[in-house]
């Protein structure tokens, strides 16, 4: 089992910052594959940022690309997520993933660890 714990959410507005950071406990060295997700209202669960812990290969949605930057600390066993120039359209709750699978880039949503979530809110 794997213990996802996400931290660093808030409002901001628009143009700001935030950063996020995902604190990973149990048995993480089964997870390769490791990501951020984001469901706004209404809408699906959408992949944000992803990263391959062997390689350090990133992968990142368009929508983000530029702004977000996806990082692993290994000694710490923290994944983190820079967010700069945030937009209203960031806003949604943001989960961490892990999984010993990637697809696409992110981690298998199916058989994956899931955090509880951190609200982001970005105000004009």
């Known amino acids: 089992q794997v213990q996802l714990v996400e931290s660093g959410g808030g409002s901001v507005q628009a143009g700001g910052s935030l950063r996020l950071s995902c604190a990973a406990s149990?048995?993480?060295?089964?997870?390769?594959?490791m990501g951020w997700f984001r469901q706004a209202p209404g809408k699906e669960r959408e992949g944000v940022a992803a990263i391959l812990i062997g390689s350090g290969f990133t992968s990142y949605a368009d929508s983000v690309k530029g702004r977000f930057t996806i990082s692993r600390d290994n000694a710490k066993n923290t994944l983190d997520l820079q967010m700069n120039s945030l937009k209203p359209e960031d806003t949604a709750m943001y989960y961490c993933?892990?999984?010993?699978?990637?697809?696409?880039?992110?981690?298998?949503?199916?058989?994956?660890?899931w955090g509880r979530g951190t609200q982001v809110t970005v105000s004009l």
């Open positions: 149990g048995y993480t060295s089964s997870t390769n594959c």
């Open positions: 993933a892990a999984n010993r699978y990637c697809s696409r880039g992110y981690p298998t949503q199916r058989g994956a660890f």
